[in-house]
């Protein structure tokens, strides 16, 4: 029995199937790419576009990590609907899904607003009614965004942070290797369900993340507050036109909020006993 990894080459897959593999688990990489090669793990290529061949690649597999792409809302709903579907009739032993910073919760911690379906909810509605045993990661920003070429150039070439958040604004940051280490232990904890919040608590400022930029490079760096839109424009070549507006409009909607910070109750520290790096901590392993 195997561990199948969605985006086993990408950003968020790649830490998962990584630590796995460092466990001695057998890994399974899911992808696009049927050329792509992943040190320790079988390849398979498969897709969220068709639900019987998701079904076929996760049939007796004793977990899958799944995430959603950056993508339209409309093709991601579609993706969801595949992914509950092929849980169902595959029944893998446990499956962990990622929110990649999307909000499942409804008790508190911002919510998500069910007069409109989101793929999110399509897919952890579709896991709690399954009968399959599963988890939610529930991260809400990822500090790989501040690597993004329009964000690292700033740092390097002016000592300046900039970001699409209000300057003192409260959020709970993670990195894919924090999402990576919950993964892996959700894996073992099955007595874990529900949704399981990763990130700094209490939240950091943006000011704070300049600030650990400035211990790592041992020179000032300052924070500057970019809005979003503006911010994701020069995005838009790589996400594409439609995720970069999605993106900045969800940016726009969390600014309004009085923070976007997980609650201790559901946290990954108090749930598993897992504590996320540090700005700095993740810092000091980032080439800059």
């Not at 990822?142 to 329009?150: I, M, Q, S, V």
């Not at 503006?230 to 409009?249: C, H, K, R, V, W």
């Not at 520290?269 to 996320?276: A, E, F, I, N, R």
């Amino acid at each position: 029995m195997t561990y199948m990894i969605h985006g086993a080459t990408g950003a968020q897959g790649a830490p998962v199937a990584a630590a796995l593999i460092a466990a001695g688990k057998p890994v399974t990489a899911l992808t696009r790419d049927a050329d792509a090669v992943v040190d320790g793990a079988r390849v398979l290529a498969v897709d969220y576009s068709s639900a019987a061949d998701l079904a076929e690649a996760y049939r007796g597999a004793e977990g899958v990590f799944v995430h959603l792409p950056v993508a339209p809302e409309e093709d991601c709903l579609a993706f969801a609907r595949n992914i509950v579907a092929a849980v169902r009739q595959a029944r893998p032993a446990r499956v962990v899904f990622s929110t990649s910073g999307g909000l499942a919760s409804t008790d508190g911690e911002g919510g998500r607003d069910d007069s409109a379906q989101s793929a999110v909810s399509v897919v952890v509605t579709g896991l709690a009614d399954s009968g399959i045993s599963y988890a939610v990661i529930e991260p809400r920003f990822y500090l790989e965004n501040l690597l993004l070429p329009n964000v690292i150039a700033g740092v390097r070439e002016e000592g300046v942070l900039r970001y699409s958040l209000p300057s003192g604004f409260r959020a709970s940051w993670a990195s894919h290797l924090d999402i990576a280490d919950v993964a892996t232990v959700l894996f073992e904890r099955t007595d874990v369900t529900g949704v399981v919040s990763v990130g700094q608590y209490p939240a950091v400022s943006g000011e704070e993340l300049a600030d650990a930029f400035s211990t790592r490079l041992g020179r000032t760096v300052t924070y500057s507050a970019t809005a979003p839109h503006a911010f994701f424009a020069p995005l838009a070549p790589m996400l594409g036109e439609q995720a970069a507006t999605a993106i900045a409009d969800m940016y726009v909607a969390v600014s309004t909020r009085p923070d976007h910070s997980i609650t201790a109750e559901r946290s990954a520290q108090k749930l598993l006993g897992v504590t996320p790096r540090t700005p700095s901590q993740w810092l000091a392993g980032i080439d800059l």
